[in-house]
């Protein structure tokens, strides 16, 4: 009892516990998507920038494309008025090959593009040609990418685009969540900003998401640290938070209503042997050939102290699940010696006993039964244990000795809910027997008086082959009763001759009506 107690907690606490186990792994998940649609969006919005930026920069060299390379001094001021007036430009010019002409920076001739750019370019330039720099002459460390475009002639115009601009644009993005965020023009230099430690913890890991424009050669990369993952689960997991302590406290709930269920059934049942709410109800059987009461079946009734009863399969599963069966039926044997020390019967009354596999296989079982002839030994009964199929197939060689023993001292043996157990009949051989008791299915099965119902028919004929006597279950109609009739089934029990009843009912019902013939006219139709 202790044990199953301290299971019992083990489940309530597992109950609880399991929507925050799933609410943190799903939290994850999801935190996780959002942190991806997030890094994805502000790649995005970067790349748009830089796009943005490059068109600028395309329509600038555009304008370019319109002054004479050569007539810097005639131009030297238009060009330096656009390059200095236009956003996002730190110089604008014209060239020739490797050779600036003009620039809206320095003015005329004032030196090569590679000494601009501290960098050399592919000789021959390319017809258009993007690059994001480390720096130029003017402003070394401030980056800046340079857009080119040179006709064959080896005349051209380029910009350069100031980096501060990207920067900017990329600090404000980065500082919200402490991205860090890298953009690239043609693999050229990084542009970066923002700074991520790379210390990741157990669950967490910094993020990485790149993105190249389908227009121009950009790259732009985001990446954001351990540090954010877990800011957005836990954003995402204390909005779950109270879902999941209303679900779990509905789990709790559910699981210790099923344990109060479990246990209590265990308890119910001591205690309603306790309280004597047990009583036991006879259904009267049948003898066709001698047209009389030939006995009854003991049946189990359970009454709660709130006036419902409960239904006799539902508890007694629920016995046999939780190991009280045996002293139930030790509890029923008790009621039923009772009640039987009360009646008066004709001699070779046959009293049905159900007993449960369980029992059976215990070692308790033959005492148990031997005492309880004892109690009834003054009245002309034969003892019937009614067993299921199934009881006798585990142990069969020690249960085979204990009915062995049981029958010598006068107990007989019936097989109860014949045909139903799924098993191999190989125990008509093993065990010796007394009588079969055919399901009610089988005899529901009857559709007329003379037609054939094969399975029910076998039966008949087994049990006849076998010597063994045989009773029908659940006769509710004249047309069933004539049918085993007429196929020699000796034995009825069924709502049609009588329902089961207290053993009070019983006294009187033998009285008065036990003896009467079984007179019910059947019409073939
Ligand atoms: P069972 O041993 O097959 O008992 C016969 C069941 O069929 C009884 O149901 C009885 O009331 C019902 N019955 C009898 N005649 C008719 C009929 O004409 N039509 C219909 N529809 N039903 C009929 P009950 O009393 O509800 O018992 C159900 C089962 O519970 C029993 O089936 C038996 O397996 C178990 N049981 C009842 N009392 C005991 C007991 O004391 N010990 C054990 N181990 N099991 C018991
Ligand atoms: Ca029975
Ligand atoms: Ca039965």
Redesign the pocket.
Known sequence: MQKKRERGWLVLFAAGLLPLILGVFFTFIVAQRIEQRQLENTADMVLNHAENISDHAWDMIGQLEQYDPRACGTIGKDIQRIGSITAYFRAVGLIHNNQVLCSSAYGQYPGTLQGMTHRSLPSPHPDTWVQSLAGTAGAPQRPAVLFLRQQPSGYGAYALIDGQYLLDFMHALSLSRSYQITMQFNHGYRIESGHIDTDSNLFFNSNKYRVNSDRYPITISVTSPPSEAIKAWRQVFLTFLPMAAILSLLFVALASNWLKRRLSYRDEIRRGIANEEFT??Y?PVYNTTTASYAGA????RWQWPDGEWV???VF?AAAEAEGM?IPL?QH?LQLIAKDVSQWEVQPGFHLG????AEHLQHPCFVNDIRQFAAKVADKPLVIIL?LTERSLISEGKQVAEKLALLRREGIEIAI??FGTGNCSLSYLQTFELDYLKID?GFINAIESVDGETPVLDAIINLSHKLELQVLG????TPMQLEYLKNHGVVFI????YA??MSSEALIHWLANEGTLPLTTVFHAN
């Open positions: 036991v109800n259904q079946e003991a049946l189990m239904r006799p399969d007694i069966i039926t029923l006993i159900n007993v449960a009614e109860d809910d009610r279950e659940g006769v509710e029990q069924g709502y049609l329902r089961p």
